[in-house]
């Protein structure tokens, strides 16, 4: 039970800062196409695990990272859309 709580931190903690950081990538980098974003981060879950030793859910962090990530950029284009299409109405 003790081991659940503290991979449900982990994961909480790791879900907060990949949104974090791939939408702050995707804001500033926006040249750089998504889905070597997402890689990163879905990397960085795999190397999370073997740092942790429990590659038992490798697949798992891996599918979280990358899920939070394109939700990450995927607000941030969306964002960024709707910011060039009000400034497109007002100009």
Not at 53 to 66: C, D, K, M, Q, S
Request: proline share 0%; net charge neutral.
């Amino acid at each position: 039970m003790e081991l659940l709580f503290v991979l449900l931190v982990h994961f909480f903690i790791m879900g907060a800062m990949v949104l974090l950081i791939s939408g702050v990538l995707t804001w500033f980098l926006q040249q750089i196409h998504f889905s070597v974003i997402v890689l990163i981060c879905m990397a960085s879950g795999y190397l999370y695990t073997v740092i942790l030793e429990i590659t038992a859910f490798a697949w798992f962090v891996i599918l979280y990272n990358g899920v939070l990530s394109l939700l990450g950029v995927g607000l941030v284009k969306l964002g960024l859309h709707m910011k060039q299409k009000a400034d497109n109405i007002i100009t």
